[in-house]
């Protein structure tokens, strides 16, 4: 077996014992052929003991397992069937019986592979709170036929409802221990993209730095070997988070004004040495039609096409690859784009066409073998367009290609498109920069230094956020970087006790492993002034450092959307209202009315209640505003800083924070309340 077969193998077996839930493969004659240690240790037997068993024994009904193993077999899957495995010592555990078959190169079934999801807890919480519901209807049922009753009755009534309380007060600890359950599971995703992102960080930020140095050939072969394993880790993880971010509704999407032609040849120009190297010919075909600069997404459009074209590259030998934009259809506010990615590769077979944008599902099972990938681009393509209201469609034949189209809809503006920041190189002459860095990882800490001091830089390293704020108690610093999740005192407890007790406006770039919305929310409520995802990208990081440093801005600011044609920013977009109205002018201008209504009383009562600090006024006036956030399309950061309120007052936490969250919610509901006003004006004149 080769080194690359080994560590292939030895990969495959560290996912498989990755994972907490049991995992088992069975073959047709329903004898286990392998295992991870989770099942080992749920059952309570070790893995020779197992191996070669019959696999139904181990649960307390055999027949039933039997007859689910079966319906595997007769579907090719099955998903979610309840289940209960048995231990050794008697202890019983709920799983959720998850299989399909497995086969091999020829399609001839080998057998079926399990994954057995532990839900006992989740069971035991769903009875709990079907108990407690049941407990509350008994407890009304009483008090209702307590009160035909004299005296007697009052006394039952009373004792009813104290039952009644308590069971309420249960069904509601089950109803939170469920939500977070949930949010404990993306929490738990967060943190171990941090804990993989950061090590990660220091592996590719180390070998860029060996790659500068004097190297023979067979070390920088090496080095770019071990730079190019990194670089594609990372491109896994983030496919994996960008996937359940998706699932979970937490991707957002920007509306910035950008040139789409300009931004995609930049995009495109990524592939041009990839293409070289394996003599394709790459064609570019754009209408000139289409609008000189448009509001949409650019990231997003950027992360659909590259996913796109990086398949086209891999799959396509020999050729050529055709990126063409074509404008569908265009009227006063918007235009509609069709995208298309064309390649003369090996193709897909017609049966699989149906499941190619489903999670991890490539063409064949060799494709993965001989191509690489993990499955999740395909998906995370539609599951992006989709969420823009567009759409996406394949057309393929084995052996001479593929065409993955799709179209998405972008806003008309007259506004100048915002302007990429500029990527300052190295100059040898801005020596004069003091930076402090905070950061607890011993390892990056030392890659900061090493990267800092190639600029020229003197820098100061603090292992938290409260030895940071101690060195600036005592020395002056040009910037700050600071890392986001420090023991002691993490970065945004750290920032906010710079900005709001020591009242200094010094620059600070947020060091991140995880840039979700979450975290770009947090930054700003705190006050940063800019963030740089890890691994750090040395040209993008001294060029932020040199902005701010050189030319101060102000703190990072909530973003507003350009919606509309001239010089005014806005805060909110019609467009949602205008679809889920069916442009009916009638109806459109009735929900700006109650909106118009409600918020002014709503402001009003939320400014009192964080005066009075009467938390429960606060939490009520607050959950009021947010669902009208999406309808009249304000963006989501005000969402979520109404979210961070509504948590600061239900946990009566008086957070420092607190006014100024307040503030920026009172701002940009009179800003939408004075736009909505002209937009309401303007239909009544449209439509007399």
Same mark, same amino acid.
């Given at each position: 077996?080769?080194?690359?077969?080994?560590?292939?193998?030895?990969?495959?077996?560290?996912?498989?014992?990755?994972?907490? #839930?049991?995992?088992?493969?069975?073959?047709?004659?329903?004898?286990?052929?392998?295992?991870?240690?989770?099942?080992?240790?749920?059952?309570?037997?070790?893995?020779?003991?197992?191996?070669?068993?019959?696999?139904?024994?181990?649960?307390?009904?055999?027949?039933?397992?039997?007859?689910?193993?079966?319906?595997?077999?007769?579907?090719?899957?099955?998903?979610?069937?309840?289940?209960?495995?048995?231990?050794?010592?008697?202890?019983?555990?709920?799983?959720?019986?998850?299989?399909?078959?497995?086969? #091999?190169?020829?399609?001839?079934?080998?057998?079926?592979?399990?994954?057995?999801? #532990?839900?006992?807890?989740?069971?035991?919480? $769903?009875?709990?709170?079907?108990? $407690?519901?049941?407990?509350? /209807?008994?407890?009304?049922?009483?008090?209702?036929?307590?009160?035909?009753?004299?005296?007697?009755?009052?006394?039952?009534?009373?004792?009813?409802?104290?039952?009644?309380?308590?069971?309420?007060?249960?069904? /509601?600890?089950?109803?939170?221990?469920?939500?977070?359950?949930?949010?404990?599971?993306?929490?738990?995703?967060?943190?171990?993209?941090?804990?993989?992102?950061?090590?990660?960080?220091?592996?590719? *930020?180390?070998?860029?730095?060996?790659?500068?140095?004097?190297?023979?050939?067979?070390?920088?072969?090496?080095?770019?070997?071990?730079?190019?394993?990194?670089?594609?880790?990372?491109?896994?993880?983030?496919?994996?988070?960008?996937?359940?971010?998706?699932?979970?509704?937490?991707?957002?999407?920007?509306?910035?004004?950008?040139?789409?032609?300009?931004?995609?040849?930049?995009?495109?120009?990524?592939?041009?040495?990839?293409?070289?190297?394996?003599?394709?010919?790459?064609?570019?075909?754009?209408?000139?039609?289409?609008?000189?600069?448009?509001? *949409?997404?650019?990231?997003?459009?950027?992360?659909?096409?590259?996913?796109?074209?990086?398949?086209?590259?891999?799959?396509?030998?020999?050729?050529?690859?055709?990126?063409?934009?074509?404008?569908?259809?265009? !009227?006063?506010?918007?235009?509609?784009?069709?995208?298309?990615?064309?390649?003369?590769?090996?193709?897909?077979?017609?049966?699989?066409?149906?499941?190619?944008?489903?999670?991890?599902? +490539?063409?064949?099972? *060799?494709?993965?073998?001989?191509?690489?990938?993990?499955?999740? *681009?395909?998906?995370?393509?539609?599951?992006?367009?989709?969420?823009?209201?567009?759409?996406?469609?394949?057309?393929?034949?084995?052996?001479?290609?593929?065409?993955?189209?799709?179209?998405?809809?972008?806003?008309?503006?007259?506004?100048?498109?915002?302007? /990429?920041?500029?990527?300052?190189?190295?100059?040898?002459?801005?020596?004069?920069?003091?930076?402090?860095?905070?950061?607890?990882?011993?390892?990056?800490?030392?890659?900061?230094?090493?990267?800092?001091?190639?600029?020229?830089?003197?820098?100061?390293?603090?292992?938290?956020?409260?030895?940071?704020?101690?060195?600036? &108690?005592?020395?002056?610093?040009?910037?700050?970087? %600071?890392?986001?999740?420090?023991?002691?005192?993490?970065?945004?407890?750290?920032?906010?006790?710079?900005?709001?007790?020591?009242?200094?406006?010094?620059?600070?770039?947020?060091?991140?492993?995880?840039?979700?919305?979450?975290?770009?929310?947090?930054? @700003? $409520?705190?006050?940063?002034? !800019?963030?740089?995802?890890?691994?750090?990208?040395? @040209?993008?990081?001294? =060029? &932020?450092?040199?902005?701010?440093?050189?030319?101060?801005?102000?703190?990072?600011?909530?973003?507003?959307?350009?919606?509309?044609?001239? #010089?005014?920013?806005?805060?909110? !977009?019609?467009?949602?209202?205008?679809?889920?109205?069916?442009?009916?002018?009638?109806?459109?201008?009735?929900?700006?009315?109650?909106?118009? /209504? +409600?918020?002014?009383?709503?402001?009003?009562?939320?400014?009192?209640?964080?005066?009075?600090?009467?938390?429960?006024?606060?939490?009520?006036?607050?959950?009021? %505003?947010?669902?009208?956030?999406?309808?009249?399309?304000?963006? =989501?950061?005000?969402?979520?800083?109404?979210?961070?309120?509504?948590?600061?007052?239900?946990?009566?936490?008086?957070?420092?924070?607190?006014?100024?969250?307040?503030?920026?919610?009172?701002?940009?509901?009179?800003?939408?309340?004075?736009?909505?006003?002209?937009?309401?004006?303007?239909?009544?004149?449209?439509?007399?």
């Amino acid at each position: 077996m080769s080194i690359i077969n080994r560590h292939e193998s030895q990969y495959a077996r560290s996912l498989i014992e990755a994972s907490l #839930d049991p995992l088992v493969t069975i073959n047709t004659k329903g004898k286990i052929t392998d295992m991870n240690e989770a099942l080992a240790n749920v059952t309570g037997m070790t893995r020779e003991q197992l191996t070669n068993t019959d696999f139904f024994d181990y649960f307390t009904e055999p027949q039933k397992a039997r007859e689910v193993y079966q319906e595997v077999f007769a579907n090719g899957s099955v998903a979610d069937s309840p289940l209960t495995l048995r231990h050794g010592n008697g202890k019983l555990t709920d799983v959720l019986f998850n299989g399909s078959v497995y086969k #091999d190169n020829r399609g001839n079934v080998l057998g079926v592979v399990v994954v057995a999801r #532990d839900v006992t807890d989740q069971k035991r919480i $769903a009875t709990e709170l079907n108990e $407690a519901k049941v407990s509350a /209807e008994r407890a009304t049922k009483v008090a209702e036929e307590s009160t035909k009753v004299a005296e007697e009755a009052t006394k039952v009534a009373e004792e009813a409802t104290k039952v009644a309380e308590e069971s309420k007060r249960k069904a /509601e600890n089950a109803t939170k221990i469920a939500e977070e359950a949930v949010k404990a599971k993306q929490q738990f995703l967060s943190n171990m993209s941090h804990e993989i992102r950061t090590p990660m960080n220091a592996i590719i *930020g180390f070998t860029k730095v060996l790659l500068k140095t004097d190297l023979t050939a067979r070390q920088k072969e090496y080095l770019t070997a071990i730079k190019m394993s990194g670089d594609s880790l990372i491109v896994l993880i983030n496919d994996i988070l960008d996937l359940a971010k998706v699932d979970a509704g937490k991707m957002t999407f920007e509306q910035t004004p950008f040139k789409m032609a300009l931004s995609l040849s930049a995009m495109l120009h990524l592939f041009e040495t990839k293409i070289q190297e394996k003599n394709l010919k790459l064609v570019k075909i754009y209408d000139d039609n289409i609008p000189e600069v448009l509001v *949409g997404d650019p990231v997003r459009l950027h992360q659909i096409i590259l996913n796109l074209v990086s398949n086209a590259v891999k799959f396509t030998s020999n050729g050529k690859i055709i990126i063409s934009t074509h404008l569908l259809c265009e !009227d006063e506010k918007n235009v509609t784009i069709e995208f298309a990615v064309t390649d003369t590769g090996i193709g897909i077979p017609e049966n699989k066409l149906e499941n190619i944008f489903e999670n991890f599902q +490539q063409a064949t099972s *060799g494709t993965s073998r001989l191509y690489g990938g993990t499955g999740l *681009g395909l998906a995370i393509v539609k599951q992006l367009v989709e969420a823009q209201n567009g759409t996406i469609h394949v057309k393929s034949q084995v052996g001479e290609g593929s065409t993955f189209s799709f179209t998405l809809s972008f806003l008309k503006t007259n506004a100048e498109a915002e302007t /990429e920041l500029e990527m300052v190189e190295p100059d040898a002459e801005i020596r004069n920069i003091k930076v402090l860095v905070a950061e607890d990882i011993a390892l990056n800490q030392l890659l900061m230094k090493t990267i800092l001091d190639d600029f020229g830089f003197e820098r100061d390293i603090a292992e938290n956020g409260k030895i940071a704020i101690e060195k600036l &108690k005592t020395a002056s610093y040009d910037i700050i970087l %600071m890392d986001l999740q420090m023991p002691e005192m993490n970065g945004f407890e750290a920032t906010n006790y710079i900005r709001n007790t020591m009242n200094s406006k010094v620059p600070i770039i947020a060091l991140t492993a995880d840039v979700t919305t979450v975290d770009l929310a947090k930054c @700003r $409520a705190v006050g940063m002034n !800019d963030y740089i995802a890890k691994p750090v990208d040395e @040209r993008l990081l001294y =060029s &932020k450092i040199v902005g701010l440093v050189k030319k101060p801005v102000p703190v990072l600011e909530q973003k507003v959307h350009v919606q509309n044609s001239g #010089d005014r920013i806005k805060c909110i !977009d019609m467009d949602y209202l205008t679809r889920r109205t069916k442009s009916n002018p009638i109806l459109m201008m009735e929900m700006i009315s109650l909106y118009l /209504e +409600q918020t002014p009383p709503l402001i009003s009562a939320m400014k009192q209640g964080l005066q009075d600090k009467d938390w429960n006024s606060l939490y009520l006036a607050v959950h009021k %505003m947010i669902p009208s956030f999406s309808i009249m399309g304000i963006s =989501s950061d005000f969402e979520d800083m109404a979210k961070k309120v509504q948590e600061f007052a239900s946990t009566q936490k008086q957070a420092e924070e607190m006014p100024a969250l307040v503030l920026q919610l009172e701002n940009i509901c009179v800003q939408a309340c004075e736009e909505l006003e002209e937009e309401f004006n303007s239909i009544k004149n449209t439509n007399p």
